[in-house]
């Protein structure tokens, strides 16, 4: 394992004055962030990170001061996490899909003790992925009552450059997702399946819009035919980023407020797209 603390990092490292009544706080956002990234990484509780930081910088000889679990656990519901900065150029194709993560809770121990299980709350976590390099561009969480469409605003919001195409599953075959789309970016294409019962519109024949420009082309080349001109099986790289999240970060949020799991996704996206652009596989195809 190796890990380098630049000379900014350093100086950063302390909290700097408050010019505002309260008390002094001794750690800079940078610190509490550098330490909430090392619990995404090694899975470790709180208390186990603040010893791993603490090692840290004994090794390495830096006289700074080691945050707290319970700091840190109360600093990551308001800390402010920079997104990654996307290093393709050009329009974007976002690629949208969602998936659920458990919250922590009891252990089978506990179940075992009281012959009773309780039921375990999830949430939903929103994933945008850049359909050219994989990188994780936009990312909200929200509860598992939201429809997956109503998280596609969220993350469009956090999206700066044009988009070129948003491409998504049949979850969200919705005309609020069109109209969503088309008053942000009003020349992006949406790429999503049309239900099997979907029916053209009563203007199709004259203004078709691009849910029946999509149901003409499933009528005359089939949905595979669709697929495979309408470029919609890119979205399967949002698939693997969210495998990616699974297997590396885990399926579980470990924080209990809102604020802070929020944080803690924004972090574990973060690590992913670091992990990501440290070595990607160049794919080929075979003929």
């Known amino acids: 394992m190796t890990i380098r603390f630049t000379p900014e990092a350093i100086k950063a490292w302390r909290a700097p004055p408050r010019a505002t009544p309260g008390s002094q706080a001794r750690y800079s ?6 330490a909430l990234v090392l619990w995404a990484v090694f899975h470790q509780p709180l208390r186990q990170t603040e010893g791993l930081v603490g090692s840290l910088l004994g090794l390495m000889g830096l006289d700074l001061p080691v945050p707290d679990h319970s700091t840190l656990s109360r600093r990551a519901s ?5 997104p990654a900065a996307r290093t393709a150029r050009g329009p974007l194709h976002l690629l949208v899909d969602s998936t659920g993560v ?5 252990g089978e121990w506990l179940v075992e003790k009281h012959g009773t299980q309780r039921r375990r709350a999830w949430r939903k976590l929103h994933l945008g992925v850049d359909a050219e390099t994989g990188t994780i561009v936009a990312s909200t969480l929200t509860g598992k009552e939201v429809d997956d469409a109503a998280g596609l605003g969220p993350l ?8 070129a195409a948003i491409i998504a599953d049949g979850a969200y075959d919705q005309d609020d997702v069109y109209g969503t789309v088309t008053e942000r970016h009003p020349k992006a294409a949406v790429v ?3 239900r099997s019962t979907a029916v053209l519109s009563p203007s199709a024949g004259t203004n078709p819009s691009q849910r029946d420009r999509h149901l003409q082309v499933i009528a005359e080349r089939g949905r595979m035919g669709w697929q495979r001109t309408s470029g919609y099986n890119a979205r399967a790289n949002a ?8 297997r590396i970060i885990g399926d579980t949020l470990h924080a209990y407020a809102r604020p802070a799991q929020r944080v803690e996704t924004q972090i574990a996206v973060n ?12 794919s080929v195809r075979l003929a």
């Open 78 to 82: 308001g800390l402010v996490v920079a």
């Open 271 to 282: 690590v992913l797209n670091r992990i990501l652009d440290l070595g990607r596989p160049e």
């Open 192 to 194: 999503v399946p049309p």
């Open 29 to 34: 956002a940078l610190a509490i962030e550098t």
């Open 102 to 106: 458990k919250l922590s809770g009891p």
């Open 239 to 246: 698939e693997g980023a969210m495998s990616r999240y699974k």
């Open 156 to 163: 469009l919001d956090q999206v700066e450059e044009p988009i």
